[in-house]
């Protein structure tokens, strides 16, 4: 059996209340490295719960994530659980965590990202991984970043899931990784296709689109976790291969049936925050479920839109 790095990333929800302390709005600085620096002083200072990192986040995502360690090793893989996680940095499924609220999604009120109109996003999201990345974690023998364990463990075989922005985070780990790994084929990158896809890492980068969905089933936001279990079930030796599985996947795209398309009404910015606002005093208790509301009323919103605007509604803002 092989060794099989599951790194996926984390969740907005948490299955334990976020203290105002460990929300990431709250922690200000001059600069991204500072504000890292400033975050991690939160994170070390706090005295709210723990939890298994693998317990505290919840979701479809998190629900599909758990499960691929089962699959891996029922086909070969000796699997290890790893969480790209926006607060804490790498982490493994075992590390015992605060709940807390961070992301890499520009937009929301507990970004790491700052000013995206005038500073480079991706720029910003690296030096805070970088950042993070010095301090020992909260599971104190355990690697802290993706190459340290292509280092340690060079013919291993590592999985990433995440969406675009969360490889924008890590893409210059993952590219020493790969240089570190005995058989660099052996790193896979499920994400959404976006420029980034095209350029050091594209040939690791396994396309997760829409056109998947019909065949496996969920919601989008489990999507990338779907085709990694896929792609898990289907492997016929315990080794990934990038390049193989990235012809098949986008042979399976070539393939599939035209996406459906909606007539929905569109809706401004003001009117999004209106319905969010009413979605709220209902009762919604996430941005997903506001946002399938408004869709079962044939109205439309981009998921990321709708997600920022959803954020700033909660936030006050």
């Not at 929800?13 to 002083?41: C, E, G, H, T, Y």
């Not at 919604?284 to 044939?298: D, I």
Request: aromatic fraction near 8%; hydrophobic fraction near 40%.
């Amino acid at each position: 059996m092989t060794d099989l790095h599951i790194i996926a990333s984390c969740t907005d929800r948490k299955n334990l209340p976020v203290p105002d302390s460990l929300r990431l709005r709250n922690a200000n600085a001059a600069d991204i490295a500072q504000r890292a620096r400033a975050w991690w002083r939160q994170l070390e200072t706090s005295t709210s719960e723990t939890r298994t990192a693998d317990a505290l986040y919840a979701g479809e995502h998190w629900s599909v994530v758990l499960s691929l360690s089962e699959v891996a090793k029922a086909n070969g893989f000796t699997p290890n659980l790893w969480v790209v996680s926006a607060g804490y940095g790498l982490i493994p499924g075992s590390a015992m965590i605060r709940p807390y609220s961070a992301t890499f999604s520009r937009g929301h009120v507990d970004s790491v990202v700052h000013d995206a109109a005038r500073r480079d996003t991706a720029a910003q999201l690296k030096v805070w991984w970088r950042t993070l990345a010095t301090y020992s974690g909260p599971s104190r023998s355990s690697a802290r970043s993706i190459s340290q364990l292509a280092t340690e463990q060079p013919q291993s075989n590592v999985l990433i899931v995440a969406s675009p922005l969360y490889v924008a985070a890590v893409e210059d780990d993952l590219a020493q990784a790969a240089s570190r790994l005995q058989y660099p084929e052996r790193l896979v990158i499920v994400s959404s296709l976006a420029p980034l896809a095209s350029g050091g890492l594209a040939r690791h980068w396994i396309p997760s689109s829409a056109q998947h969905q019909s065949r496996l089933g969920g919601s989008r936001l489990s999507l990338h976790a779907r085709v990694a279990r896929e792609i898990l079930q289907s492997s016929r030796t315990p080794f990934l291969n990038a390049r193989t599985l990235q012809a098949k996947y986008e042979r399976l795209i070539e393939q599939s049936a035209p996406l459906r398309q909606y007539t929905r009404k569109p809706l401004t910015d003001a009117e999004v925050r209106i319905f969010i606002r009413k979605a709220l005093l209902q009762g919604a208790s996430s941005w997903s479920a506001s946002l399938r509301m408004l869709r079962a009323q044939q109205l439309a919103c981009e998921q990321s839109r709708f997600k920022s605007l959803f954020f700033q509604v909660q936030g006050g803002s």
